[in-house]
């Protein structure tokens, strides 16, 4: 199950770019969407990845979550005043939040690392098949651990709200009218 888990997660992140890598060709244009990338330090990761991961930025992990009446604790906290948030609320939400951060960087830079060893791997020609399928399955293990981390927050911000909150949240993030 934990290795369906894996799996799954690691097409989902790895599916996209190969999408658009192929989609690109068909136009005529062969030079890679990665020349011109401002260089990172790690092959696999855009400087705005890198940073996103070691920041523990959400990176669209919550997407589900917040387009369902989950609303994020980083948004909540902008909208304090709107919300008209209690100073027990308040303090709630940050601590989710802190919580979550505090994990999403961790996560962030084991991935970091992991990436790190990858490219390293690749670049002095020291990978075949199977040290390519662990590296990517424990690599897609922690964006699962990730991603829970993330929508976590949305579950436990949402027990903190009232449903008029909520409802307020929604159409100041412009989610209904």
Avoid: C
Wanted: proline share 3%; net charge negative.
């Amino acid at each position: 199950m934990k290795s369906a888990l894996a799996w799954s997660v690691a097409a989902l992140v790895a599916g996209t770019p190969v999408v658009a890598q192929h989609d690109q060709h068909l136009g005529g244009d062969h030079h890679s969407q990665y020349a011109n990338q401002e260089p990172s330090g790690v092959s696999s990761l855009s400087r705005q990845e890198l940073d996103d991961l070691l920041a523990g930025a959400g990176m669209g992990f919550a997407r589900p979550a917040e387009l369902n009446h989950y609303p994020g604790p980083k948004h909540v906290l902008e909208l304090a005043a709107e919300l008209e948030l209690t100073a027990e609320q308040r303090t709630a939400v940050e601590a989710v939040r802190g919580a979550m951060l505090a994990s999403a960087r961790e996560l962030g830079e084991k991935i970091v690392e992991l990436e790190r060893h990858l490219d390293r791997r690749f670049a002095h020609r020291h990978i075949d098949e199977a040290s390519l399928r662990a590296a990517t399955a424990e690599i897609a293990e922690l964006y699962g651990q990730l991603r829970f981390a993330h929508l976590r927050a949305h579950l436990e911000t949402r027990e903190l709200l009232t449903d008029s909150q909520i409802a307020d949240y929604d159409r100041l993030r412009g989610y209904s009218d």
